[in-house]
């Protein structure tokens, strides 16, 4: 048990390439875990408003649900990739300023404007993932950082065109099917939904020769490139992938905000961005997730105000970057792991 | 032609906290090899402490001195307490900044408040050369940097301990091995960097009034400005601030200053892209991970 404990933690720490045997799909036990588990999160998640949890509780719910969908963008290049970007709330505007502008200029409505939130914001992403192919490390990540803030510097400046520093309104979801989206209660299920595809999505990368490839990439990159991967376009795509996630959020949150402003896109909500990956781990399948729940539930839970829980985000990710570089989620997987092994070596031992 | 001269001595002013926040960075992320996205708070930091002493009655530059050794003591236990245990994972380092950036803001905030603060102008007096009005404490600002600029620049390129420091940024076994404690340097250089940002800070808020979050502004234009000028190059830290400040500067006069700031960004993009090394040649920074 201690040497599966440790298998599973040292290569986290040190960022090997075996930090994914806890999603391999090849074994059979672990794929019918991961289906039984997330059947029982989308049980749960879906039953929660008729638990009759209240308003509040249902906003936070929505807020979390766009994040993570944004943060499985930025998860898929920074954990599989190992590419992080401190600008990606840029990503996430251009996706709901397209919706936001198609509404106000041409008059276009949720439906129509979603694919084109998602194409845009892929473009984006891989066109601020083009200076990756020639800088690496905490360079790019400063470029990306460039790109937010000049983004922030265009909206602002775009006069009546991108609404400048009051921003733009939108109206609401036209119905589908008779199902109104201005109640909050039906905005969940469609975030959820998103969330759905996403986690999809995302899983089916992650275990595909795709995401293989790229996380090869990650390990090395000579490496990859001498065995003929072709790493620019692997790259560009992540990027891509990862901007069309933000264009989804993006949209997501300009129609439950009703009202977006450049601020929403700058440095900051960029910063906490990296932030909730780091905190929930990039590289496991439900890390993202994680953290969007941990940052957006932890003032609600513990009763913060919005200063003393940034202030306890920044103490939480130093916290995991010096004692868990895998993020929470690979705590819980080692904590999950270890309590499994006790309970199949007492389940051994009754047995014989 | 006067108003050119004035705005010269204002670009200045302006350009001289730029060059020490970006020397600061190109020391520590050039030759320690960590890149502090904190400096700017540390910069703010410098220019609340500042502000707080200033408030007690003490005088300016009392206080600038007091404010130096405040963020030179952060920067002590930042680097002791943090950035010690990720040296050999850089993007960790990195990230943690971030996250100290977050909580070195918010506890600002949370201890004062969220709104500007000012200083009375320390000197309050104004140097009038022919028809040309020079506000002194610009010129006393432009006058701390020119010697804290040359202090830096012979202290690394000259004495023996900027011949250590260099030894061991080019190959740090063997400079260990010749019996340099390059452990100490990188503590060293860090909090050297810090005390720059927190005499930056100092004449910041000396010049104009600053708030909590002035930090993300200014680390974007450190970045700028050390990565022109090559990381670790303390030459081409001064020029670029002395380009960016002037630019900075006339655009606020004579261009389109909303746009500022975007010059800054564009450039600093285009520079990473095609010559992350800098305009003038420096240490290209610590080996990306």
Redesign the interface.
């Known amino acids: 048990m201690t040497m599966e404990f440790l298998n599973l933690k040292m290569p986290m720490v040190r960022?090997g390439s075996h930090a994914k045997a806890g999603t391999d799909p090849h074994s059979p036990d672990r794929r019918i875990e991961q289906i039984v588990f997330a059947v029982a999160l989308i049980v749960l998640v879906a039953a929660l408003p008729s638990l009759n949890i209240g308003y509040r509780f249902l906003s936070i719910a929505i807020t979390t649900g766009y994040t993570a969908i944004a943060l499985y963008g930025l998860g898929l290049q920074f954990g599989q990739a190992g590419i992080?970007s401190?600008g990606h709330a840029a990503m996430l505007g251009i996706g709901a300023y397209t919706a936001a502008m198609l509404s106000n200029h041409l008059g276009i409505g949720f439906w129509a404007a979603l694919p084109a939130s998602i194409v845009l914001a892929a473009i984006a992403g891989g066109l601020v993932g083009l200076?990756s192919l020639?800088?690496?490390?905490?360079?790019?990540?400063?470029?990306t950082?460039?790109?937010c803030?000049?983004l922030v510097?265009?909206l602002?400046?775009g006069g009546s065109f991108t609404g400048a520093a009051t921003g733009l309104d939108v109206g609401s979801i036209p119905r589908v099917l008779g199902i109104n989206f201005d109640k909050l209660f039906n905005y969940y299920y469609l975030v959820l939904g998103a969330l759905a595809i996403t986690l999809a999505t995302t899983y089916a990368i992650m275990n595909s020769s795709y995401g293989r490839t790229l996380r090869a990439i990650r390990e090395n990159e000579q490496l990859a490139r001498a065995i003929g991967i072709n790493v620019d376009m692997h790259k560009i795509g992540v990027f891509m992938a990862s901007g069309a996630f933000a264009g989804l959020a993006g949209i997501l949150q300009v129609y439950y905000l009703r009202h977006i402003s450049p601020t929403l896109y700058g440095?900051?909500p960029s910063?906490y961005l990296?932030?909730m990956v780091?905190l929930g781990g990039g590289r496991l399948l439900y890390g993202p997730l994680i953290g969007a729940i941990i940052v957006n539930f932890l003032p609600e839970v513990m009763d913060l105000n919005p200063?003393?829980s940034?202030?306890a985000?920044?103490?939480a990710?130093?916290i995991v970057?010096?004692l868990l570089?895998g993020g929470v989620s690979s705590g819980l997987l080692a904590i999950y792991r270890w309590v499994g092994g006790l309970l199949v070596r007492r389940g051994s031992k009754a047995g014989s | 032609m006067e108003i050119l001269i004035q705005q010269l001595v204002n670009s200045l002013s302006v350009a001289s906290v730029t060059i020490l926040i970006g020397m600061g960075i190109t020391l520590i992320?050039g030759l320690a090899g960590i890149?502090n996205f904190a400096h700017g708070e540390f910069l703010m930091i410098g220019g609340i402490a500042t502000w707080f002493f200033v408030g007690m009655g003490l005088n300016f530059f009392v206080a600038l001195v007091l404010a130096m050794v405040v963020v030179g003591a952060l920067g002590f236990v930042a680097e002791r307490g943090?950035f010690r245990?990720?040296l050999d994972?850089?993007?960790?380092g990195?990230?943690?900044s971030?996250?100290?950036?977050?909580?070195l803001?918010?506890?600002v905030?949370?201890v004062f408040d969220e709104f500007q603060k000012s200083t009375p102008d320390p000197l309050n007096t104004v140097w009038v050369v022919g028809d040309v009005h020079i506000i002194a404490m610009r010129a006393v600002v432009v006058a701390i940097t020119a010697v804290v600029v040359a202090i830096t620049y012979f202290g690394i390129s000259r004495s023996r301990y900027g011949l250590a420091l260099r030894a061991s940024v080019a190959d740090q076994s063997t400079a260990e091995l010749m019996g340099i404690p390059v452990r100490r340097y990188v503590t060293g250089v860090f909090v050297y960097g810090s005390i720059l940002a927190g005499l930056g800070g100092a004449l910041m808020i000396g010049l104009f009034p600053i708030t909590p979050f002035v930090g993300?502004v200014i680390i974007?234009r450190g970045?700028v400005v050390s990565?022109m000028g090559g990381l670790g190059n303390v030459n081409g830290a001064v020029l670029a601030g002395l380009v960016l400040g002037l630019v900075d500067g006339f655009s606020a006069g004579y261009g389109y200053p909303?746009?500022t700031?975007?010059y800054s960004?564009?450039i600093?993009?285009v520079i990473?892209?095609v010559r992350?090394q800098g305009l003038l040649g420096g240490t290209l920074?610590?080996?990306?991970?």
Request: with cysteine; proline share 6%.
């Open positions: 960022g992080m401190v200076p020639r800088v690496s490390g905490q360079h790019y990540i400063i470029i950082f460039c790109f803030a000049l510097i265009c602002t400046n440095a900051f910063l990296a932030l780091m200063v003393d940034r202030i985000y920044g103490v990710l130093l970057i010096l570089p | 992320f890149v943090l245990f990720t994972r850089p993007m960790n990195f990230i943690m971030i996250g100290l950036s977050v909580i803001q918010h506890v905030v949370r993300s974007t970045f990565l909303e746009w700031d975007a960004l564009v600093m993009i990473l892209v992350p920074g610590p080996k990306a991970s």
